[in-house]
């Protein structure tokens, strides 16, 4: 097995943020080219500001975890604040991951991203 | 804990443990050498290579000693290919061989060897018509396993090495799987060559051996003294080598009974499952398959996943999702046998064997269930 950190594996037995948005402001779906792993994030945004954010992935525990720890840390930030966040600021959150496991936390980084990004048009849109 | 990875390595026999003690610290003589203490090193390989040539009913000068089932699968594709080159340069072999035989197929490829990799159906069986189809004047050997480690299936072999006879091609199959667990019968099923591992079996861990029919014509793999008649130089791994024979003499004894009692806990578990967890997938051919081996695709969730929580119940399984492999590449068997990635993904190896009882799969099929219902939670896929 993995040699995961106690954050890692706590964040993927006890995921949290988990399931749909279903009025969300904006939905990231991504997918991760390497394993095939899926992963959508869902954010609900109020003046500019995350105020709520779920995820669904499809992956490995790191995927999971990773999922986890990007939606608490955008929850209550700002969007521009919430672009800020790497795959590096998550990894970091969960004490890092094995080397072969990097990627996974890409899918968290693009997943908001990409959540952001439909906000965004969906609100040009709108205006 | 809960062992149920037969297929990657089974425990060392206590029995087979204590016959191999004497030689690392006792009796370590080199068998090569003229004094007694090296005669009796030299009849403790010499019997250990009879009790694996009487569990193949084979000849024990048929037998060399190698460094496992990788080894001797190496071996048997190398040697024979340049041996032969003469004659011609094509192999064959199928799309789902273990990688000891995939890599050793590409190595040659590069080398000049055009190999063909043959299909497989949904079961995980061998296209012999695509096989007979492929034989051409040029080819040499054919290479097709006996059973697959990862979903069970178990090929013919016997048809194959009738296939290959007619058209005067040699037949090596891998039944690193397969020896030990079930009958295998060299002249019976009328294979040229042979690889088994003994830590397959309970036996130790770096030793195997290659059948070679003699007359096959096939170079040495490891050039250096006079060992394995030349054929296979490096002294001997006598502890090893001594623990497979031990392993053989075992396994000849006792795998009828085994198969019995073992099965009976495989189909109880698969039924189990299958009951309690909607959508998933049993791999692998219905009859034909490994007694001891229950390969399933649990849909809309990832292996690697359910292996880390089956481990926190200390359950102890496999996957072939991408995840799970260093190269993120979802398992090549499942793959062939037309599995959508996605699905092969959520691929779980249950692999029972001597020490799993009742209680072993009760537990499993508990754990399980709630295992997935979490994580398809989780999963975007399901909507359950
Ligand atoms: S998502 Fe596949 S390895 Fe992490």
Redesign the interface.
């Known amino acids: 097995m993995l040699e995961y950190t106690e954050k890692v594996l706590e964040h993927f037995r006890n995921p949290r943020n988990v399931g749909k948005i279903e009025d969300a402001d904006g939905v990231g779906k991504v997918g991760n080219p390497m394993c095939g792993d899926v992963m959508v994030i869902y954010i609900k945004v109020k003046d500019e500001k995350i105020v709520d954010c779920k995820f669904q992935t499809f992956g490995c525990a790191a995927a999971i975890a990773t999922s986890s720890m990007v939606t608490e840390l955008v929850k209550g930030k700002d969007i521009n604040e919430a672009l800020n966040i790497t795959n590096k600021t998550v990894a970091d959150a969960l004490d890092g991951l094995p080397a072969i496991k990097y990627h996974c936390s890409l899918l968290a980084e693009q997943g908001i991203r990409a959540a952001i990004e439909d906000y965004r048009k969906k609100k040009g849109s709108d205006d | 804990m809960i062992y149920m990875d037969y297929n990657a390595t089974t425990p060392t026999d206590e029995r087979v443990l204590e016959e191999m003690l004497p030689y690392f610290s006792q009796e370590y003589g080199n068998p090569s050498s003229i004094y007694s203490l090296a005669q009796r090193a030299r009849n403790a390989v010499e019997q250990a290579r009879e009790r694996v040539a009487k569990l193949l009913n084979a000849d024990p000068r048929e037998i060399i000693f190698t460094s496992g089932g990788t080894e001797a699968d190496n071996f048997a594709l190398k040697g024979v290919a340049y041996a032969n080159q003469d004659k011609g340069k094509h192999i064959i072999t199928s799309q789902i061989e273990h990688h000891a035989v995939l890599n050793a197929c590409k190595f040659l490829e590069k080398q000049g060897f055009p190999v063909t990799y043959l299909p497989v159906d949904r079961w995980g069986v061998v296209d012999i018509e695509a096989l007979e189809k492929s034989i051409t004047p040029q080819t040499i050997l054919i290479s097709i396993m006996l059973a697959n480690n990862e979903v069970g299936t178990i090929q013919p072999i016997k048809i194959i090495a009738e296939i290959a006879k007619k058209h005067g091609v040699y037949f090596h199959t891998d039944a690193v799987q397969g020896v030990g667990k079930i009958p295998v019968d060299v002249n019976d099923l009328g294979v040229d060559l042979l690889s088994l591992s003994a830590h397959k079996f309970y036996g130790p861990k770096g030793v195997g051996a290659l059948y070679v029919r003699r007359g096959v014509r096939i170079l040495p793999f490891i050039n250096g003294g006079e060992q394995e008649k030349g054929r296979r130089a490096g002294t001997e791994n006598v502890p090893g080598i001594v623990g497979l024979g031990k392993a053989a003499e075992l396994a000849q004894r006792e795998m009828e009974e085994e198969e019995k009692r073992v099965k009976k806990l495989r189909d109880k578990l698969e039924q189990k499952l299958v009951q309690k967890i909607p959508e998933i997938i049993v791999n692998g051919h219905p009859q034909k398959r490994l007694f001891n081996t229950l390969s399933i695709c649990v849909k ?3 292996g ?2 359910m ?3 089956l ?2 119940e200390g359950i102890c399984a496999s996957s072939g ?4 492999s ?1 190269s ?3 398992s090549h068997v499942l793959l062939a046998m037309g599995i959508p ?2 699905v092969a ?1 959520g691929s779980l190896r249950f692999s029972l064997g001597k020490f799993n009882r009742e209680a072993d799969v009760e537990k499993v099929s508990e754990v399980l269930p709630p295992i997935v219902e979490e ?1 398809r ?5 399901w909507e359950g």
């Open positions: 809309y969730v990832e690697e996943s292996l880390m929580n481990d926190k999702s991408a995840c799970t260093a993120l590449e979802p990635p996605e993904h994580l939670r989780v999963s975007p896929f």
